[in-house]
């Protein structure tokens, strides 16, 4: 089992809807972040956090710590946020662990 | 700034050849990073640095060897490449841990080896 789990896999929207990403951990972390993968292969930061809820635009994510979970949120989707989503987690020394992406895809 | 800068973007090997990766970042971050990702899978950490003259190995380093002479660069090299060694790999930087630092990463490298 792999230890960051991302859920659903792919994802298919229409432009305008509410879309959440899912994404479980299994081991303990200092950090979670959450990466953005262009079809031209690029990766970006999105967002880096460790507790609580952080904003950006039209983007929201979330951690439950104890829960070992954490979603992401695009509010009002459109076609440019069709992309990879990538979750990662910083664990202890200098690794990060991560998920293997879900696929979105926003249909105008 | 570049950002973390990443070369060649393609490159076709035959088994057996031997290539470097150059990656240079001018953002004087001290960690540095190699990954490679494969269809369907999560990043997987190569080597990586904290800082000039010091490398350590990650989680598939066989094949891999790198170097860190200077905080910008962290050239990648492969040593007689096989057929397994086809992937995408990224460069990427951060100031210190990622346990508190954005990470940034290059636009990638396409490696086939046939």
């Known amino acids: 089992k792999n230890e960051v789990e991302q859920s659903p896999q792919n994802l298919t929207a229409q432009e305008g809807e509410f879309i959440t990403i899912n994404c479980s951990y299994s081991?303990?972390?200092?950090?979670l972040h959450w990466l953005q993968q262009h079809p031209g292969g690029g990766i970006v930061s999105l967002f880096m956090?460790?507790?609580g809820k952080k904003k950006h635009g039209r983007l929201i994510a979330t951690i439950n710590i104890q829960e070992k979970h954490s979603s992401l949120h695009i509010t009002a989707s459109h076609p440019r946020d069709s992309a990879v989503y990538i979750c990662?987690?910083?664990?202890?020394?200098?690794?990060?662990?991560f998920g293997a992406g879900t696929r979105l895809t926003v249909k105008p | 700034n570049a950002g973390v800068t990443q070369t060649p973007k393609f490159r076709i090997l035959k088994i057996g050849q031997s290539m470097t990766l150059q990656c240079a970042q001018d953002m004087n971050h001290n960690y540095m990073y190699w990954y490679r990702q494969d269809p369907g899978m999560g990043l997987k950490l190569i080597y990586y640095s904290v800082g000039a003259g010091i490398t350590d190995k990650g989680e598939v380093p066989n094949g891999y060897n790198v170097s860190r002479s200077t905080t910008e660069d962290f050239p990648l090299r492969l040593e007689l490449a096989a057929p397994s060694q086809t992937s995408v790999y990224f460069c990427?930087?951060?100031?210190?841990?990622?346990?508190?630092?954005?990470?940034?990463f290059g636009e990638g490298s396409w490696l086939t080896v046939v």
């Open positions: 990662a987690v910083t664990t202890r020394f200098y690794y990060m662990r």
């Open positions: 956090l460790s507790s």
């Open positions: 990427a930087s951060s100031y210190s841990s990622t346990s508190g630092n954005t990470i940034y």
């Open positions: 081991v303990g972390i200092s950090a």
